[in-house]
């Protein structure tokens, strides 16, 4: 009995052999499928699968890719994906990778989107989502204080995020400058008062699972291996992938064209997502609702339900807010507005990612010539700390929507207030998960809506 179980351990803590691509691909495709719960559900996901069950990479490894993965601009978790796609198999596997954590989502919200635009004014639609919408603005106060719980440590970054919550509250500063801004303020006060602008990424791994196939050992594999030539082709082919669309849609619908300006939008969205999704999400209804009027303040809150929802990166809301805007103005004519939805949605989703796979590809050779923890630096702190602020406006911002829905001039919508409140103690409270509360919510706004 003594040798089967000494066998079976010595076979559990053995080595596992190597992953084809083949297999790779499968497993990458289930987990764009499975991704639910946020950057944090994501990444947890990741680390049970890769780490502790199957042992493709060392939890020393996983965590140094996660650091320099929260470091850059982007989804995280979908970065983390590309990493390590590719550390296993070159580019192909990172590009494979970053595709299928985001395909399914797309798809489903592709889906999701026309019947929301189809059909939101049915009563039963209409009912669901008067309950998401209150769970909606729990949700984005709830991830304002997830982030500044983590953030917010000491007085001086408390009064950037109070002054970034001003700057968009009161003045409608854009947000880019307010990243700018807060960038500056770090770079100075990390000279001037490093101590009160040093943070730290994800520690270092206290555990080992077993020998993983990358381990804390393993080289890095040639292709992992910095070139200043690879690093000029990736510069090149990037360049490329994002002019060539860019130069199209320039070309048959002038650089005014709705889909040219989503193009160059999302492009600029896609580098100033630091902190996450919710921090682009101002970003987004400015440009989105304020600027361009793609679409309405409410459908940019049902939006934010149905990403809520779906599996993949939150960003992805961004396939939801192009499809609505091109399906609603008819770019292809009134007879092909859901191909016009579609496509706008596709296009959006290519440029909001594109610069995820270039940093990561670019970058991976940078990140595997040193296994010591990365840091944050002072600027992205003090970033971090704007992002409260401006999450903060947001959730003010969707409250006002929701329960005034006709301006303060109107009625407060008491039962959206109960909902909300209801939503925010189970989410603080009893810290329920976010697909809960939402179809909890739906339920009773369901219900609500109809014995009206």
Same mark, same amino acid.
């Given at each position: 009995?003594?040798?089967?179980?000494?066998?079976?351990?010595?076979?559990?803590?053995?080595?596992?052999?190597?992953?084809?691509?083949?297999?790779?691909?499968?497993?990458?495709?289930?987990?764009?499928?499975?991704?639910?719960?946020?950057? *944090?559900?994501?990444?947890?996901?990741?680390?049970?699968?890769?780490?502790?069950?199957?042992?493709?990479?060392?939890?020393?490894?996983?965590?140094?890719?996660?650091?320099?993965?929260?470091?850059?601009?982007?989804?995280?978790?979908?970065?983390?994906?590309?990493?390590?796609?590719?550390?296993?198999?070159? %580019?192909?596997? $990172?590009?494979?990778?970053?595709?299928?954590?985001?395909?399914?989502?797309?798809?489903?919200?592709?889906?999701?989107?026309?019947?929301?635009?189809?059909?939101?004014?049915?009563?039963?639609?209409?009912?669901?989502?008067?309950?998401?919408?209150?769970?909606?603005?729990?949700?984005?106060?709830?991830?304002?204080?997830?982030?500044?719980?983590?953030?917010? =440590?000491?007085?001086?970054?408390?009064?950037?995020?109070?002054?970034?919550?001003?700057?968009?509250?009161?003045?409608?500063?854009?947000?880019?400058?307010?990243?700018?801004?807060?960038?500056?303020? $770090?770079?100075?006060?990390?000279?001037? *008062?490093?101590? =009160?602008?040093?943070? $730290?990424?994800?520690?270092?791994?206290?555990?080992?699972?077993?020998?993983?196939?990358?381990?804390?050992?393993?080289?890095?594999?040639?292709?992992?291996?910095?070139?200043?030539?690879?690093?000029?082709?990736?510069?090149?082919?990037?360049?490329?992938?994002?002019?060539?669309?860019?130069?199209?849609?320039?070309?048959?619908?002038?650089?005014?064209?709705? +889909?040219?300006?989503? #193009?160059?939008?999302?492009?600029?969205?896609?580098?100033?997502?630091?902190? #996450?999704?919710?921090?682009?999400?101002?970003?987004?209804?400015?440009?989105?609702?304020?600027?361009? $009027?793609? +679409?309405?303040?409410?459908?940019?809150?049902?939006?934010?339900?149905?990403?809520?929802?779906?599996?993949?990166?939150?960003?992805?809301?961004?396939?939801?807010?192009?499809?609505?805007?091109?399906?609603?103005?008819?770019?292809?004519?009134?007879?092909?507005?859901?191909?016009?939805?579609?496509?706008? *949605?596709?296009?959006? %989703?290519?440029?909001?990612?594109?610069?995820?796979?270039?940093?990561?590809?670019?970058?991976?050779?940078?990140?595997?010539?040193?296994?010591?923890?990365?840091?944050? %630096?002072?600027?992205?702190?003090?970033?971090?700390?704007?992002?409260?602020?401006?999450?903060?406006?947001?959730?003010?911002?969707?409250?006002?929507?929701?329960?005034?829905?006709?301006?303060?001039?109107?009625?407060?919508?008491?039962?959206?207030?109960?909902?909300?409140?209801?939503?925010?103690?189970?989410?603080?409270?009893?810290?329920?998960?976010?697909?809960?509360?939402?179809?909890?919510?739906?339920?009773?706004?369901?219900?609500?809506?109809?014995?009206?």
């Amino acid at each position: 009995m003594s040798k089967v179980l000494a066998s079976a351990v010595e076979e559990d803590l053995s080595r596992p052999e190597a992953i084809s691509l083949r297999e790779a691909f499968w497993f990458w495709l289930k987990l764009g499928f499975i991704s639910f719960g946020g950057p *944090a559900g994501q990444i947890s996901i990741m680390h049970q699968e890769l780490v502790e069950r199957r042992r493709w990479i060392s939890e020393r490894r996983f965590l140094h890719a996660l650091n320099y993965c929260m470091l850059l601009p982007g989804p995280e978790a979908q970065q983390l994906a590309t990493y390590i796609g590719w550390l296993m198999h070159r %580019t192909w596997g $990172g590009v494979i990778a970053g595709v299928l954590f985001v395909l399914p989502s797309l798809f489903i919200l592709i889906a999701l989107s026309w019947m929301y635009i189809a059909f939101g004014e049915v009563p039963v639609v209409a009912g669901i989502f008067y309950g998401i919408k209150p769970a909606v603005t729990a949700i984005v106060l709830q991830a304002a204080h997830r982030i500044g719980s983590r953030a917010l =440590k000491n007085n001086w970054l408390w009064a950037i995020a109070a002054a970034s919550f001003a700057a968009i509250f009161a003045f409608n500063v854009p947000f880019p400058l307010i990243v700018l801004g807060a960038a500056l303020i $770090g770079y100075i006060g990390g000279r001037l *008062a490093p101590e =009160k602008f040093r943070t $730290g990424g994800h520690s270092a791994a206290k555990k080992s699972f077993g020998p993983a196939l990358i381990d804390d050992d393993t080289p890095s594999p040639e292709h992992a291996r910095f070139s200043w030539l690879k690093l000029a082709m990736l510069a090149l082919v990037g360049a490329v992938l994002w002019a060539l669309p860019m130069g199209i849609l320039t070309v048959l619908f002038g650089w005014d064209g709705t +889909l040219t300006q989503m #193009g160059w939008f999302f492009t600029k969205a896609a580098l100033l997502t630091f902190g #996450g999704a919710y921090a682009v999400l101002p970003y987004v209804y400015q440009g989105a609702v304020g600027h361009y $009027g793609w +679409l309405t303040p409410t459908q940019m809150i049902d939006g934010l339900a149905l990403g809520e929802t779906t599996p993949g990166p939150l960003i992805m809301v961004v396939a939801f807010v192009g499809f609505v805007g091109a399906y609603v103005s008819q770019l292809f004519g009134a007879d092909h507005v859901f191909l016009a939805g579609a496509v706008a *949605a596709s296009l959006v %989703t290519w440029f909001t990612f594109l610069p995820s796979f270039l940093f990561i590809l670019a970058g991976g050779p940078l990140v595997e010539s040193t296994h010591n923890e990365l840091k944050f %630096t002072a600027p992205l702190t003090a970033i971090t700390a704007a992002v409260v602020g401006v999450i903060l406006n947001l959730a003010c911002f969707f409250g006002y929507h929701v329960l005034w829905p006709k301006g303060f001039s109107g009625s407060l919508e008491w039962p959206s207030v109960l909902i909300a409140i209801a939503a925010a103690i189970a989410l603080f409270r009893f810290k329920r998960g976010v697909i809960q509360v939402l179809m909890a919510c739906a339920l009773v706004g369901l219900a609500v809506h109809l014995l009206r």
